[in-house]
């Protein structure tokens, strides 16, 4: 069944049926049609045009300043257009209730409400809306206040599938929240992967991970870092490496005396260790002082002197008399409680940087 004479309106961007009858316009008085083109809706389209056999079909040549097909629905009504696709299908395959396509720059279907919904897609067993691009999005959705994409379901709000990109990509160009994971009682976002990482993230200038809260691991913690560290109020610009002693006021200062108790670590930094774990990152500052990472446990370079005896691999290492300095524990007695670690390459003589093993003993 083929029906012409429908008409655009002007007012409403509406489509109406042209029969001489008088017409209602939602935003008051009759539709006008002035400049419309005549649109014809028929329930069969001439092969081979007709592939997905819609029952409702628009059609428009020769016109670019017009919609191929706008519905409004009038204030109090329901729905501006009802189209249903019914029957049986083979696998595979996928018949459409609303099928848009442009050949063109442009959208093949758009949605636009003031406080409603531009676009309702509802699947009792299958998908609600599917969007597919070659090159560009599949599904885009944008809001000037409120939410651009919106899913609820009661297994998957929101699924994304990629053979090779981001199965789920979100985008912030201020300073909130690129996605966002929200939940009553389970997982507010879940990772998993079967032979990637379950969850990736990176910063380029701030955190790259940030928790409020308690965190548990089943599994191994493995950092790329090499020592456990934590921070410290310290004087400014003392170099890495230096070896650091507490001073009377509880705060780090240059270690100076040799055999000196006080030994508290060594400034992490220096060659190519980096820690693995800093504490306190949050503590309390003081006054002309800097908080730096001070090696406690672990791999860490450390500036040594040899000049008074020369240091071997595994040797315990004390302070030395050079400020910042360590050097080979050779008086056991006076070694006992002041040792600083144990040296992991050698220095035959002279000052020099080299690995150790920090162990405070």
Not at 52 to 58: D, T
Not at 241 to 268: C, E, W
Not at 281 to 287: C, I
Not at 300 to 313: E, K, L, R
Request: charged share 20%.
């Amino acid at each position: 069944m083929n029906q012409d004479n429908w008409r655009l309106c002007r007012k409403c961007q509406g489509l109406f049926l042209n029969d001489g009858k008088v017409s209602h316009c939602p935003t008051g008085g009759a539709h006008d049609s002035a400049g419309s083109p005549d649109y014809m809706l028929s329930d069969t389209a001439p092969a081979p045009d007709n592939v997905l056999g819609l029952p409702i079909e628009a059609t428009l040549n020769g016109y670019e300043d017009w919609n191929a097909l706008s519905i409004t629905s009038p204030g109090g009504g329901n729905v501006g257009i009802n189209v249903v696709s019914r029957g049986t299908s083979q696998e595979g395959s996928e018949p459409s209730g609303v099928y848009a396509e442009t050949d063109g720059w442009g959208t093949a279907l758009s949605g636009v409400a003031t406080d409603g919904t531009g676009v309702s897609g509802k699947s009792v067993t299958g998908r609600g809306v599917t969007g597919r691009s070659r090159s560009s999005d599949g599904v885009q959705g944008v809001s000037e206040g409120g939410t651009g994409v919106f899913g609820e379901g009661l297994q998957n709000g929101v699924h994304g599938k990629s053979a090779s990109g981001r199965a789920i990509f979100g985008e912030n160009t201020a300073d909130g929240d690129g996605v966002g994971g929200f939940s009553e009682s389970g997982t507010g976002v879940a990772g998993v992967s079967k032979k990637g990482s379950g969850v990736y993230a990176r910063s380029d200038s701030g955190l790259a991970g940030y928790f409020q809260g308690h965190i548990k691991v089943t599994g191994e913690i493995r950092m790329d870092g090499a020592d456990f560290a934590e921070e410290f109020c310290v004087p400014r610009d003392i170099v890495a490496g230096t070896v650091m002693v507490i001073d009377d006021a509880g705060a780090l200062a240059v270690s100076r005396n040799p055999y000196d108790k006080r030994v508290a670590g060594v400034i992490a930094g220096a060659g190519s260790h980096r820690p693995g774990l800093i504490l306190d990152s949050a503590g309390e500052t003081q006054a002309n002082l800097a908080r730096r990472a001070i090696s406690l446990i672990g791999k860490a370079y450390c500036h040594v002197d040899a000049s008074q005896s020369p240091i071997g691999v595994g040797d315990l290492l004390t302070t030395a008399a050079v400020p910042g300095y360590a050097m080979r524990a050779t008086d056991r007695d006076r070694a006992f409680g002041a040792v600083l670690g144990k040296a992991l390459a050698p220095l035959r003589e002279g000052r020099g940087l080299i690995p150790i093993l920090v162990c405070l003993q």
